[in-house]
């Protein structure tokens, strides 16, 4: 017995037989009812990624995707500016206690973040700039004060 099915990469239509179905393929909202709570297995969505890698659409068929959106929201309309509540927050927090960072990793993220990994030319430039940079005003250094004492008595308020 064999399928058709709505790609989930829009590559079209695929015939897939019955046998090459298993519990492992996941819902998405492109998919039929058949698929829904299995996932693909990871070979399948590595093929798919090798597929889809590449590929360039026509001004055409771009025009043509656009013309289909139309009147429809955007994926994240209305998200800026979104707060978690509370339990939400709290919830978070004791997921991520007690995780550690391997020892690879701290050290990746060290080096990443080292200057030692600019050239001595940059750092050079950096220097200069550093140097040549002018004073900031009484009134400047007026406002970053307030600001901070703002920021600070706020951030009391919260803990």
């Known amino acids: 017995m064999s399928f ?6 829009n590559l079209g ?4 037989e019955s ?5 492992d393929v996941e819902p998405l909202p492109t998919q039929p009812s058949w698929m829904k709570g ?7 969505i590595q093929l798919m990624r090798e597929s889809a890698t590449g590929k360039k659409f026509s ?3 771009k025009k043509k995707m656009s013309e289909s959106r139309a009147g429809n929201p955007p994926w994240n309309k209305g998200k800026t500016g979104m707060k ?13 206690k007690g995780y550690k960072h391997k020892p690879e990793s701290i050290q990746k993220m060290r080096e990443s973040s080292s200057r030692k990994n600019l050239s001595e030319e940059t750092r050079r430039k ?4 550093q140097k040549n940079r002018p004073p900031a005003s009484e009134e ?4 970053i004060s307030e600001s901070m004492k703002k920021y600070w008595k706020a951030k009391k308020k919260i803990l």
């Open 140 to 143: 400047t250094n007026r406002k």
């Open 84 to 96: 978690h509540t509370p339990e939400a927050k709290k919830k978070m927090s004791e997921v991520k």
């Open 4 to 9: 058709i099915s709505i790609n989930p990469l």
């Open 126 to 129: 950096l220097s200069e700039a």
């Open 19 to 23: 046998d090459a179905i298993g519990d």
């Open 13 to 16: 239509p695929t015939l897939i």
């Open 38 to 44: 299995r996932k693909h297995r990871p070979e399948s």
């Open 59 to 61: 001004e055409e068929h």
